[in-house]
Antibody
């Protein structure tokens, strides 16, 4: 069965960087883009961008351009999302999500469990 | 960016009654070449990731109970829960995948009256 297993919670200071992981199993990792979506406490869902695990290509939301980097290691079917220059309003649960078909413009059929990233001095 | 606006923000419905959630997009998400609406609905329960319910505006995901249905086209969409069950208490989100950035509605909280 398809699973996306994310790394554990993180606590960071303002200005630092965080790198979170998303390990995929149960399907061909290189066949479907991985998207990252975040959710601030008590708030809605915000799309951050996608990673094409096959080519390594990315497409970031303009809001995060220059601060986010999405990468992958195909040998271990794992995607990574690094966010730099953290601010307090980056405190959120970060989800990875698998797209339902290979496109980039798509809905998500499987989600990771989420990682709480807390940014606090 | 395509702005997705849901209404209401919250609603309370009696068990067994109908719940209706609306979602309006700031521009059409109907792709004329294939006549498909690029609109999905998700359910999110506390402490859990979102779960896909509906895609292409009206296609139910495998395993989703048939009391959930989606309708609408262009800019106006509706998620209907025909007979609310206790396990349907959750926040519901619409999402457009017509354009980048992908965007979500602000969410509608469904509770039991």
């Amino acid at each position: 069965q398809v699973q996306l297993v994310q790394s554990g919670a993180e606590v960071k200071k303002p200005g630092a960087s965080v790198k979170v992981s998303c390990k995929a199993s149960g399907y061909t990792f290189t066949g479907y883009y991985i998207h990252w979506v975040r959710q601030a406490p008590g708030q809605g869902l915000e799309w951050m961008g996608w990673l094409n695990p096959n080519s390594g290509g990315t497409n970031y939301a303009q809001k995060f351009q220059g601060r986010v980097t999405m990468t992958r290691d195909t040998s271990i079917s794992t995607a990574y999302m690094e966010l730099s220059r953290l601010r307090s309003d980056d405190t959120a649960v970060y989800y990875c999500a698998k797209e339902a078909y290979s496109s980039g413009l798509v809905y998500f059929d499987y989600w990771g469990q989420g990682i709480l990233v807390t940014v606090s001095a | 960016d395509i702005v997705m606006t849901q209404s209401p923000d919250s609603l309370a419905v009696s068990l067994g009654e109908r719940a209706t959630i609306n979602c309006k997009s700031s521009q059409s998400v109907l792709y004329s070449s294939n006549n498909k609406n690029y609109l999905a609905w998700y359910q999110q329960k506390p402490g859990q990731p979102p779960k896909l319910l509906i895609y292409w505006a009206s296609t139910r995901e495998s395993g989703v109970p048939d009391r959930f249905s989606g309708s609408g086209s262009g800019t106006d969409f509706t998620l209907t829960i025909s007979s609310l069950q206790a396990e349907d208490v959750a926040v519901y989100y619409c999402q457009q995948y017509y354009g980048i950035p992908l965007t979500f509605g602000q969410g509608t909280r469904v509770q039991i009256k």
